[in-house]
């Protein structure tokens, strides 16, 4: 079958996105018969050169057209008009979602995947906290009444901004066990982790200055760098975590006011800095005077492997500043973290935390703190723990399965997250994301995590939010997107589309 020219006329200057102007433009020569059944189309990147436009926009166009049942991949052989387009095509044994709107832009990517994650039919490994079956709902329960006939209105009146006294003391208590040594005077509770990171990032910087990070990192520190108009530059990664080489010839030049870092279970890699490491950090800080921002919301959930202190247990100088959360590991909803600090910065922590909210909410305050003096919150890291570890196996298995040939990920010890590298022969991970949800599942597109726009072969797969069956099938449907997607590239080793 030869291989049709398409002529697509494109208002660049217009409001319709271009990959909508495709899908109405080739829907209207197939309907009027111009692109007749069994036409091969050009290929993406063949299109996409012709029309002078990014691959990415024909790549959703053809899948959207292929959802709709007007176009039809073939492994090996490329996209053609589909025999029938009147009907749309067999499922799979599942229902894709109607999807509206498509991502096509590395910056909207995070709101649509959550958007589009929550589709109806869709496994999503996209987000970022654990599943509802992790929590213990009918402990809040108790708790929660046990509040309201203790303390009845007082528990739904303002706190103080810096945090309701006894989970303060017990926020001490608990991180001893850890090895941070602190007064509850140093412990600010905060509507979550993400809340503390944004007020130190307040606190400790004005518009124009620097913040430097490991590189990939966590989302949220991107986000409220960008929000609050500081610079962020990230810093590579190897295995043991930021490259403290290159940290130094940052700080050097750069002369960075604060420096972020996930230590522990890393978001999105899942790696660990070593005990060695972790010290050299604290001496290139305290060398320079910078910083340190600790974010160890993932600390406590290792299922394998020895343990490493916190940043902040080993700070005998008071540049650490902790950060962390209850709710990631129970109760994602109540929002409750805290912040834990050097006196010096203390006070205007608690300044900017009352400007933002004038207190975390009593009520939740206070259900925390029966929790933590009910032991409740180990019980459930370690039964929570013991689930996620099999859950690991279950999606390392299931990837080894499934993904296509050439793929690579980690295997962590802790935390929620497989890192995958999917093949560079095929698409990338923006390229896929379309064909996948179509398909009917979701995951994190691994640029978003890049202070550099990096990372466009890489995606997050959140292995906690399904139980084992789910996760088989996810990852099943992940493959075959890949491979009806990748049959549109020229270059790609038609083995790995078996």
Avoid at 3 to 21: A, C, T, W
Avoid at 40 to 58: F, K
Avoid at 230 to 257: A, T, W
Avoid at 388 to 400: M, N, P, S
């Amino acid at each position: 079958m030869n291989q049709v020219n398409l002529s697509i006329p494109l208002d660049r200057d217009g409001e319709e996105p271009i990959y909508r102007q495709l899908i109405r433009h080739i829907r209207m020569q197939i309907e009027s018969g111009n692109l007749a059944a069994g036409v091969r189309l050009p290929a993406s990147r063949d299109l996409a050169r012709q029309l002078n436009i990014s691959r990415i926009s024909v790549v959703n166009a053809y899948a959207e057209l292929r959802s709709q049942g007007f176009l039809s991949a073939h492994a090996g052989r490329g996209t053609f008009v589909a025999g029938d387009t009147a009907t749309t095509p067999a499922s799979n044994g599942h229902h894709a979602p109607n999807i509206e709107e498509t991502p096509t832009t590395p910056d909207r990517s995070i709101r649509e995947m959550m958007r589009l994650g929550r589709k109806p039919g869709v496994i999503s490994f996209s987000h970022g906290s654990l599943s509802s079956d992790f929590f213990p709902v009918h402990h809040l329960r108790d708790a929660l009444n046990m509040v309201l006939d203790r303390d009845g209105a007082k528990a739904l009146g303002y706190e103080p901004p810096e945090g309701y006294g006894p989970l303060r003391a017990a926020v001490r208590d608990y991180v001893s066990a850890l090895g941070i040594r602190c007064s509850s005077d140093q412990v600010l509770v905060t509507g979550g982790a993400q809340q503390g990171l944004d007020l130190v990032v307040q606190a400790l910087l004005t518009e124009g200055e620097v913040i430097v990070t490991e590189n990939p990192t966590y989302l949220g520190i991107i986000d409220t760098a960008r929000t609050r108009r500081v610079q962020i530059h990230g810093i590579d990664m190897d295995s043991e975590g930021i490259r403290l080489d290159h940290l130094e010839n940052f700080i050097i030049d750069n002369n960075p006011k604060l420096i972020y870092v996930m230590p522990t279970f890393h978001n999105p890699t899942g790696a660990v800095m070593p005990l060695h490491r972790r010290r050299q950090l604290l001496n290139l800080a305290n060398d320079y005077k910078v910083p340190i921002l600790e974010d160890g919301v993932y600390h406590e959930f290792r299922f394998e492997g020895e343990n490493e202190p916190p940043l902040k247990a080993l700070d005998d100088t008071g540049i650490v500043i902790h950060v962390s959360a209850f709710t990631k590991m129970m109760l994602p909803g109540l929002r409750i973290g805290y912040v834990i600090t050097d006196p010096r910065h203390y006070e205007r922590l608690v300044r900017v935390k009352q400007a933002a909210d004038v207190a975390t909410p009593g009520l939740n305050q206070r259900a925390i703190h029966i929790l933590l003096e009910r032991g409740v919150l180990a019980q459930q890291l370690e039964r929570n723990n013991r689930e996620l570890r099999r859950r690991r196996d279950v999606a390392i298995e299931a990837a080894k399965r499934y993904l296509p040939p050439g793929s690579r990920w980690n295997s962590p010890e802790g935390g929620m997250y497989l890192w995958v590298q999917l093949p560079k022969s095929g698409p990338n991970a923006a390229e896929l994301y379309i064909t996948a949800v179509h398909m009917g599942v979701a995951y994190a597109i691994g640029n978003v995590f890049y202070t550099n726009g990096c990372g466009s072969y890489r995606i997050r797969l959140n292995y906690s939010t399904h139980g084992p069956a789910e996760i088989e099938e996810g990852f099943k449907r992940l493959g075959r997107a890949w491979r009806e997607l990748a049959c549109d590239y020229a270059d790609i080793d038609k083995s790995m589309l078996l």
